[in-house]
């Protein structure tokens, strides 16, 4: 009896470790943004499209997008740091992502 009581305990602890496993393999944690597939353009990107950069919200977004408005196109991507809220560690955080291009 001991034995069939010892196996069930295995067997179950087996189940279950194999269960949690496979549930986490199917846990999709949710984005603050959406992945950047492409780089993007910081000379024609919309506020939408700018939120897709990591630690960029609607704000900074909106700053990025006035900025464009009122001094002109970017003419590399270091300028970002001359926006409002964007310094040397968030430009190196979405350096990769985005581009210049007229």
Request: proline share 3%.
């Given at each position: 009896?001991?034995?069939?009581?010892?196996?069930?305990a295995i067997?179950?602890?087996?189940?279950?470790q194999?269960?949690?496993?496979?549930?986490?393999e199917n846990?999709?944690?949710?984005?603050?943004?959406?992945?950047v597939?492409?780089?993007?353009?910081?000379?024609?990107a919309?506020?939408?499209?700018?939120?897709?950069?990591?630690?960029?919200?609607?704000?900074?977004?909106?700053a990025?997008v006035?900025?464009?408005?009122d001094?002109?196109?970017?003419?590399?991507v270091?300028?970002?740091?001359?926006?409002k809220?964007?310094?040397?560690?968030m430009?190196?955080?979405?350096?990769?992502?985005?581009?210049?291009a007229?």
């Amino acid at each position: 009896m001991k034995k069939t009581l010892t196996g069930l305990a295995i067997i179950t602890a087996m189940a279950f470790q194999a269960h949690i496993a496979h549930a986490q393999e199917n846990v999709s944690v949710p984005a603050q943004h959406a992945e950047v597939s492409q780089k993007i353009n910081l000379n024609t990107a919309s506020v939408d499209e700018l939120t897709a950069l990591p630690g960029i919200g609607k704000s900074k977004a909106q700053a990025i997008v006035n900025y464009r408005t009122d001094v002109g196109e970017f003419l590399e991507v270091e300028q970002l740091t001359e926006v409002k809220g964007i310094g040397p560690k968030m430009l190196s955080k979405i350096e990769h992502f985005v581009m210049v291009a007229n």
